[in-house]
Every structure is written in C-alpha cells, then in structure tokens.
C-alpha cells in the first residue's frame, strides 16, 4: 500500500525541552500557531475527579482485587454520555506461589515454576511439578483454562453473587452485573447495567530480568517492592499460545498513571479521543499503546513543562511519536523494551493507521470539532465558542483580543444561564492577558461582564460577594483602566458582609 502525503521521519524532530510561556510559534505541519491551538485544546478537554476513588479494592476470601484499565489509572475518557466503559478489575488469588525454582512451600499453597521459552520478550511458560504413581516427579505446562477453572471455585462467589458470565475474551471475564456500582451520579458510567471484566493474575515472587532497570517514573525499588504478574494469555501467532503466559505490570502502570499531573493526562485524553473517533480502520491503536507512548514520552519530559501553555506542543509531540512508531512497526513495551507490541500487526494496517494520523495532526482543530460533536452531542453548537480564536488561526498577528473576546462571550452566556461560578472562572482567566496590548474596548468589555456578574450574585441573594468585588478591583488594575467611582464603591464595600451596591454598565 503506498502512502499518501505521509511526512519523513526526519522532518518529524523531536520536541524540544524549551520552556513554552505564551509560545505562538507556527506548526509546521499543520500551520497553526501553537498559543491559538493550546487555547481551544485546553477548554476542550475538562478532566473530571477519578472514578479509582469510587471503587472499592480489597481483600477477599482467597485473594486480592486491583482497579485497573482506564478507570483505576483515571484515564478514562470524560464523556460519560457517549462513551460507556466496562470496570476492569484484576484478581490475583493468594493460594498460587510463582518462583524461577522449585522450593518448598505449604501444603494448601499451589506452586507454578517460570521458564523461558525463548519464543517472543514477554512471555513465559509454567509448569507445575506433579509426582506420578512410580513416584517420579514430573514437570506439566499450566494451561490458561486453569484460570476459568478459579473463577468457578467458591472463593469467588461472594464477589459475583449477582454476576452472570457474559462472554470471555484471552485473559478477560466478563460479567453482567445488574446492579449499578456504588458511584456518584455525576461520575457513573452507567446508569443500569456495569459490565466488569476480571482478570485473574499471578503475583510473582521474582523480579524478571528482561524488565528495563533505567525507568526513572518510578524507579527500580520501587517497581520491585510493587512487583508484577503473570496473565493467562500467549503471544499472537505463537504455537505455544494455550500455554504461555504474559508479564503484566497493570499495578506498576496505574501507580504512573495516577501520579501524572494534569496536562499530562489532558494531553493523553485529547489524542486519545482523536484516535479513538478517527483512527479506528484498521483498529491498531488501543488504549494500551497510546499509554505506553505517554509514558515512553513522560519519561523523556519532565512534569515542568507539561503546562496548560504546552499543550499544543505535547499533543504535535505525542501524534509524532505515534507517528514514528507506526512507520517503524515498533512499539516498545516500556518495562520490556524488547518486547515489540505491534510485531505480529501487518506492515499495512500500521502504514494506513500512521496515514490517518498524519491527516488528523494536519486538520487537528477540525477534527477535535468533530470529536466534540460526536462526544458531546446535546452541544453541536458548542464549538461555535472558539470563533475568534479559530480566525486567527492561521493568520495571528500576534494580538490577543480573540481570546479576551472568547472569555467576555463565556462570561456572559454563563451570566445568562445564572453559572456564576464559571463566569468567575472565565473572567478571572481573561486577566492571564492583561499584560498584553489589546483594544481597549474589550477589556472594558471584560469589566461590564464582571460588573454584571456582581449584580448578579446580589440579585440572587448568594450571600458574600467580596471574591467577585476583589475581581472588579483586580481587573481594573490588571488591564490598566483608570480608576473611578465604581472603583471606590467597590474598594469601599469589599469589606461588607452583603453589599447593596449598584454599579454603571
């Protein structure tokens, strides 16, 4: 299959680690200015509280549960209308012992011994030691229907009183639960009917030698003290597939995931929902790739200059990187960097993925259009939001009234619609370009909205109003608009408990 307008990788440089502050350089690929792209990327993505805090891990009879997947690493898309996600959970029973040597263990304890089959970085095989009737101790491979077997035994009863075995996918369980899972409304996936997915895993009491040492996000000790298991699932393609078994580092990745800062995890979510939307023929890139990118990238870029300024920068980088991997039909695993995650995918199927990347990257505004009105679709308008920031696109002259004009128009639609919670937020924002030359009319234009919010707030009786009267103080003084009597009103009143206050618009 030929490529079409597919970039060299030699034109797709790595980024640099500059500090971007207000940067309104140029993309080259796509043409926009970078300042611009970071503003709309920036109010498109609003990252909610992680559902981890809502679900319950603990200890059960004959093992352990572990939130994992997009929920327990919060990296979940936050679309809760459009997108319903299964709860992944991973349950590691106590009874099963795996060592690199057999030793002596208790009676009631099951012991798996590890060896490498040498077909593929990743995997392994176990092997149970079994006496026969001449009394001869002899090694058997451990099948992954050993796992179905677990999950039927009465140790697991108690967790899926009200379950039903829906379907099973390589490793994955599905259950039916009919029952909604104890989450705040606002935060439940859905409403009636939770799918979770089990994963049985095996706790090793080793530290495998392939994994990569020199991982600094969480460090080699404390990757060891977390340690890592052994799933039920073969490598594709390989002869051996019933029997193998896969490292899994599902503990270890949602410690990282987790720990990562907010622009981090906004930067995975919007090319997540890009990917997810726009790339999905051939299926190449699922969540777990697009993960490992983020923290093969988070391991190259420090937390510092992942800011809300950088985004632009870090979404280009991250679509480059994915970019590169899929022209170079490799995808490191980031423990086992040996272990290619795309090595069985075809040579086409990676080429026509990398080409529908290189089209989104190049229309990337017009596409997270897109995604807004598939994602969010009692909003189709909604994007109409961006207009002035999306004329300058590609044509800024470097000035910023098109994002004080975005905040005035924010401002006042939630004015309108009594959120004056948000109208703060979105005046109080509008001050980060105080200190850049703008028409003077909408920065007074910034000052009525705030003048409106007050009046609103007094009207609806919400009590105090000496947050938004210091924001009138403030941006007067923020966008250098000469003091006057509605200055000294409120300057006056801030120390008021309920000011009736009545200011010029």
């Not at 106590?94 to 077909?119: C, H, P, R, W």
């Not at 997270?368 to 994007?383: G, I, L, W």
């Amino acid at each position: 299959m030929q490529l079409i307008n597919m970039p060299q990788i030699s034109n797709i440089k790595p980024l640099k680690l500059t500090k971007y502050h207000f940067n309104n350089s140029r993309d080259k690929l796509s043409g926009y200015f970078k300042f611009h792209t970071t503003f709309i990327l920036d109010n498109y993505m609003t990252i909610p509280q992680g559902f981890y805090k809502y679900i319950q891990e603990c200890k059960i009879s004959g093992g352990e549960l572990f939130f994992t997947g997009s929920g327990g690493d919060n990296l979940y898309l936050p679309f809760e209308e459009v997108v319903h996600s299964d709860i992944d959970m991973m349950l590691v029973p106590d009874n099963f012992q795996v060592v690199e040597n057999a030793t002596l263990v208790a009676a009631e304890a099951i012991q798996y011994i590890v060896e490498d089959n040498k077909s593929h970085p990743g995997y392994v095989m176990l092997y149970q030691e079994l006496t026969d009737g001449n009394g001869e101790s002899k090694r058997h491979p451990v099948a992954s229907s050993t796992m179905l077997q677990f999950l039927k035994q009465s140790s697991f009863k108690e967790l899926r009183e009200d379950y039903k075995l829906v379907t099973q996918l390589g490793p994955a369980f599905t259950y039916e639960r009919s029952k909604s899972t104890q989450i705040p409304d606002e935060l439940r996936i859905q409403k009636t009917i939770v799918n979770e997915d089990y994963v049985v895993a095996l706790k090793c009491n080793f530290w495998p030698k392939e994994v990569d040492g020199s991982k600094k996000l969480l460090g080699i000790e404390k990757m060891k003290i977390i340690g890592c298991h052994l799933v039920a699932t073969g490598y594709e393609g390989s002869s051996k597939k019933s029997t193998e078994w896969r490292y899994s580092f599902s503990v270890m990745e949602r410690e990282i995931a987790r720990s990562l800062n907010l622009y981090q995890r906004k930067t995975f979510l919007i090319v997540k929902s890009l990917v997810n939307l726009h790339a999905t023929r051939p299926r190449i890139l699922v969540g777990y790739l697009l993960k490992t990118c983020l923290f093969s990238m988070c391991e190259k870029i420090p937390p510092r200059y992942w800011t809300r300024y950088t985004i632009s920068s870090m979404v280009f980088e991250f679509m480059n990187q994915l970019i590169i991997n899929l022209v170079q039909q490799n995808f490191p695993s980031y423990f086992i960097t040996e272990n290619n995650l795309v090595d069985f995918k075809g040579r086409d199927h990676l080429r026509e993925t990398a080409r529908q990347l290189v089209q989104i990257r190049r229309e990337l505004i017009e596409y997270v259009q897109k995604c807004e009105m598939h994602f969010r679709p009692k909003f189709a308008d909604a994007f109409a939001r961006f207009e002035p920031i999306i004329k300058e696109l590609r044509n800024s002259n470097g000035n910023v009234n098109c994002f004080i004009e975005f905040y005035r128009n924010m401002a006042c639609a939630c004015i309108q619609h009594a959120d004056t919670k948000e109208a703060y937020r979105y005046l109080s924002e509008s001050m980060l370009y105080g200190k850049f030359k703008a028409k003077i009319s909408l920065k007074r234009d910034i000052l009525i909205s705030a003048k409106l919010l007050l009046n609103s707030v007094i009207d609806s009786n919400m009590g105090k109003c000496s947050k938004v009267l210091q924001l009138i103080l403030d941006i007067y003084d923020c966008f250098k608009i000469p003091h006057d009597s509605d200055y000294d009103m409120c300057l006056e009143n801030l120390t008021e408990v309920e000011p009736t206050i009545t200011l010029h618009q």
